[in-house]
Nanobody
Framework: QVHLVESGGGLVQAGGSLRLSCLAS????????MGWFRQAPGKEREFVAA????????YYRDSVKGRFTISRDNAKNTVYLQMNSLKPEDTAVYYC??????????????????WGQGTQVTVSS
């Protein structure tokens, strides 16, 4: 079992920045690829970014490329999502997820095994 706790959400003006953190506990952190997803009101949960177990491979949805950066600190059992140049359309609840994916990263919700409770990000125009 892996327990994930997100933090760092909040209210920010358009163009601003936030850094989300996700602290993992339970099983060995490096056994898991990590992902960030988001869900806006009335919409389905969608992929945002993913990182492999080592931090050497990352992947992003097109709309956040160049603005968001995913990283991980395996010594601290933490994955981060640095979000810059935020837009109102980035407003959502952001979730981190852990998946036993070997050397891969994944974009599909069904490939992740554990989920955090989410943190709200609100971007005002």
């Amino acid at each position: 079992q892996v327990h994930l706790v997100e933090s760092g959400g909040g209210l920010v003006q358009a163009g601003g920045s936030l850094r989300l953190s996700c602290l993992a506990s339970g099983r060995t952190f490096t056994d898991y690829a990590m992902g960030w997803f988001r869900q806006a009101p009335g919409k389905e949960r969608e992929f945002v970014a993913a990182i492999d177990w080592s931090g050497g491979s990352t992947y992003y949805r097109d709309s956040v490329k160049g603005r968001f950066t995913i990283s991980r600190d395996n010594a601290k059992n933490t994955v981060y999502l640095q979000m810059n140049s935020l837009k109102p359309e980035d407003t959502a609840v952001y979730y981190c997820a852990a998946g036993d994916l070997g050397l891969r990263v994944a974009v599909y919700i069904g490939e992740y095994d554990y989920w955090g409770q989410g943190t709200q990000v609100t971007v005002s125009s």
